[in-house]
């Protein structure tokens, strides 16, 4: 799951959030670890202009910071940045950041990585907007290096070029995982191509099924064969039958419905779902949480 609170777009925030902080923070994540679920995931973005203040808000938490921060209070839940803009920092840093974080979390780490969206913050921090696409395509080959078993290690492109500069500590992870988010056709070409796994952005079911296939069918065209994680994001859930008013869109309902309609993702060839509750309140929430871990996953 995604975490509440470190990200507060009103797209998707619940009113108590506003007011939520730290400790709500790990509560959430140690209630997440207990119940099984496979990560926690915080978000990137350093900026956000007051064009789109009141749509994104302003309320976005470090993601190193922050899964640092959880790996501490967590034992084998494993932390995701779902998604680093990592165009906007150069790969060395990049690595840098996450090479620590995955030897301080013994090795929890998925590398989400994203193009982003949001020009100001770009320009602000001298990056070329235009070329972002561009940019990380090349970033994640230079992470491959900058996070790979060597202490030294070399990167020689267009726009990075790095050698002789030795990093430690190193990952602790042979491989990191390495996650590419977006479903635009660019997005989905790289991740196929380039990545370990991809992360849709708010692709309903119906389109599932298309951008799977074309993944597969990319992956085939350029002879890709390492093991590959599709992921999903499900719609908003519920377990149990709400006392409020949790949205028409929500999945709500017993255990064993909301396994049958979440078995539809791994039917069309779904490895992972990325779920979020609605809930009034941390409590609330970590119960959900641990109402799924116990009545729902064993299910799936």
Known sequence: MQLPVQSQSTLYAEPWEADAGPEDLVEIARAADRAGFAYIASCDHVAIPRRLADAMGTVWYDPVATLAFLAGVTER??????????????????????????????????????????????????????????????????????????????????????EDLGQRPRPAQAR???????????????????????????????????????????????GVTEP??????????????????????????????????????????VDQIQVRFRSRGRAELTHQIGEFGERVAPLL
Do not use: N
């Open 176 to 222: 990191v995982p390495l996650w590419v988010g977006g479903s635009s056709p660019a997005a989905v070409r790289r991740a196929a191509v380039r990545g370990d796994g991809w992360l849709p952005q708010g692709d309903p079911r119906d389109r599932l099924p298309g951008q799977i296939a074309r993944l597969r069918r990319l992956r085939e065209e350029a």
């Open 77 to 162: 839940v494993r932390l995701l940045s779902h998604v680093a803009i990592v165009g906007l920092r150069h790969p060395l840093l990049t690595a840098k950041q996450y090479a620590t974080l995955d030897h301080l979390a013994g090795g929890r780490l998925i590398l989400g990585v994203g193009a982003g969206h949001v020009r100001e913050e770009f320009e602000v921090l001298g990056v070329d907007f235009e070329r972002r696409g561009a940019v990380l395509d090349e970033c994640v080959d230079a992470l491959r290096a900058a996070l790979g078993p060597d202490e030294f290690p070399a990167h020689h492109g267009k726009a990075y070029d790095f």
């Open 228 to 269: 590959f994680t599709v992921g999903a994001i499900t719609e908003p859930l519920y377990v149990g039958e709400p006392a409020w008013d949790v949205g028409r869109r929500t999945l709500s309902g017993p255990p064993e419905e909301l396994a049958e309609s979440l078995r539809g993702y791994a039917a069309m060839g």
